[in-house]
């Protein structure tokens, strides 16, 4: 018997929004910017106007253009007013999607059936030949996610050592069955953008499609350049750019579960469509993943860009570059520790730069008991940070509370066999990846097992003992391996 039933009468409605609260209370503190992703907030002003919009087409859905033209009109505009900002030119096309992620997704669906569909003469021996997409280290997992949902081989291309795509690696990496390179504007996890022209030249002269992952910097790296900064050109500017994603839910400052996938022209979007002629429910076309598409997101969409205007954009990426600079100048000035790479937007990840007095986790953990939210990162050991309004005023207090820590985490060098430093210490270490992934999978199996377990529910013992148990696999398997090749 499931504690969890629908109550046989419906609950008080305000009871249920008391508990609603309640329930919330518990959740990271972001309005006052101890979050560092997550949550893209311009304002409360702009964010209860959001919520006023997305109310106002709460109920309608996009999924039938031809019942909401309103939506219709809206998905137009804001792929138009996108288009326009990205140079896209007047044969360049797209649609919304539910986020980053259903943008990346689709266009590697998309990109495959576009590639298999210039192979068609050989499509019998094609189908033995897996299609392959070049990635930088640094993309976002949806593309990996995508490869393996719409079976291509992911090819991943090394980054230099300011954390950009190494051109040289991805050409070496080409061959017959490359079917698209990637390049990210900017990635997540260093905040650079990759060589975009340097990947366009060479996707052209190749005659390979090129998509440049803009979900973080679509709406910020226009205005960032407009205001003067030394933007390298990243959009479809770049002749060889064939699509790019752009979410309006981050930058753009629309309600979540609003994106855009781009393309230079419908030649190759036109493979993303879906049609069923033949279904009993009547036919059925789609353009991408989702079937229902909530009117709120669209129309909120819409509504962000018109009401916060270029002046809007640039006046808020003003502040953000400014609290960028004084960021990375602070990290930077802390004796221990290193931003990495030359951020060119507001995402910024760094590390220890003497790991024998600094653990990196361990200033996390320390962090984290300051109250604040923190990302960590691997391939190297770091800790992340993207930068939105709410930390205008949160930034001085969370380099003071860095320095605080560092200062603490030199003190004591034992705080690295604790806490999550050490199952993270731990995780870094362990070369074969199928253990870390096999123990993942475990979790995410209680996590959407019939009890629910939250991850972060674990007792200390409890993670004491996920690394002991980590450490004796290792050993375990470091044993068998030895024996082998002892033989
Ligand atoms: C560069 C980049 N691409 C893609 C995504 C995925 O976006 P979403 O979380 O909306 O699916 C993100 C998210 O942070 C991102 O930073």
């Known amino acids: 018997m499931s504690e969890y039933k629908i109550p046989e009468k419906g609950i ?13 209370s518990d959740d990271k503190d972001w309005k006052n910017g101890k979050v560092w992703s997550l949550v893209y907030h311009l304002d409360d002003e702009h964010s209860d106007f959001m919520k006023t919009v997305y109310t106002s087409y709460f109920s309608e859905n996009g999924l039938n253009p031809v019942a909401f033209k309103s939506l219709k009109r809206f998905e137009h505009e804001t792929v138009r007013m996108t288009l326009d900002m ?14 980053g992620t259903g943008s990346i997704t689709i266009a590697i669906k998309c990109y495959r059936d576009y590639f298999l569909s210039k192979r068609k003469l050989i499509k ?35 980054l230099d050592k300011n954390f950009r795509v190494d051109v040289k690696a991805v050409k070496r990496l080409i061959n017959l069955n ?14 650079v953008i990759d060589p975009i022209e340097d990947l366009g ?33 990243f959009d479809f500017r770049v002749e060889g750019v064939t699509s790019m994603s752009a979410d309006i839910h981050k930058y753009g400052y629309a309600a979540k579960g609003a994106s855009l996938i781009l393309y230079r022209s419908m030649d190759i979007m036109k493979h993303q469509f879906f049609i069923d002629e033949s279904w009993c429910g009547g036919i059925y076309i789609s353009p991408s993943l989702q079937g229902t598409k909530p009117g709120g997101a669209i129309a909120s969409a819409w509504a962000a860009l018109k009401a916060i205007g270029r002046e809007g954009y640039m006046t808020n990426a003003k502040l953000l570059m400014e609290l ?28 220890s730069s003497d790991k024998r007095k600094v653990n990196i986790f361990v200033i996390g953990d320390l962090m984290e008991k300051k109250g604040w939210h923190i990302d960590r990162q691997q391939n190297p050991n770091s800790l992340h940070i993207s930068l939105n309004p709410t930390h205008e005023f949160a930034t001085e207090e969370y380099l003071k509370d860095l320095k605080d820590c560092v200062a603490h985490a030199k003190a004591h060098p034992e705080l690295k066999n604790e806490g999550d ?10 070369p074969l990846r199928g253990m870390i992934k096999k123990e993942l999978m475990s979790l995410m199996e209680e996590m959407y097992g019939p009890e629910g377990k939250m991850p972060d529910n674990e007792t200390q013992d409890e993670k004491n003992d996920i690394v002991s148990k980590l450490a004796r696999t290792y050993i375990e398997w470091a044993e068998k391996l030895e024996s082998i090749f002892s033989k």
């Open 12 to 24: 008080d409605k305000a009871l249920l929004l008391e508990q609603l609260k309640t329930y919330g």
């Open 86 to 99: 990205l140079h896209g030119g007047t044969k360049s096309v797209g649609n919304m999607t539910s986020g």
């Open 124 to 158: 019998g021996v094609y189908k033995f030949i897996q299609p392959e997409m070049i990635l930088p280290a640094s993309a976002h997992p949806a593309f990996r996610k995508a490869a393996q949902y719409f079976g291509v081989k992911v090819v991943e291309a090394p």
């Open 178 to 191: 490359t079917m698209l390179i990637v390049g990210s504007a900017p990635c997540y996890p260093y905040g």
């Open 201 to 233: 030249k060479l996707a052209k002269r190749r005659n390979i499609p090129l998509h440049v992952d803009a979900c973080v910097g679509g709406f910020i790296l226009p205005f960032v350049e407009a205001l003067g900064y030394p933007i390298p050109a």
């Open 324 to 351: 960028t600079q004084s960021m990375v100048d602070g990290i930077n000035a802390i004796d221990g520790l290193e931003v990495m790479g030359h951020p060119e937007v507001c995402l910024i990840g760094f590390r």
């Open 421 to 430: 430093a050490a199952m993270y210490g731990m995780v870094a270490k362990i």
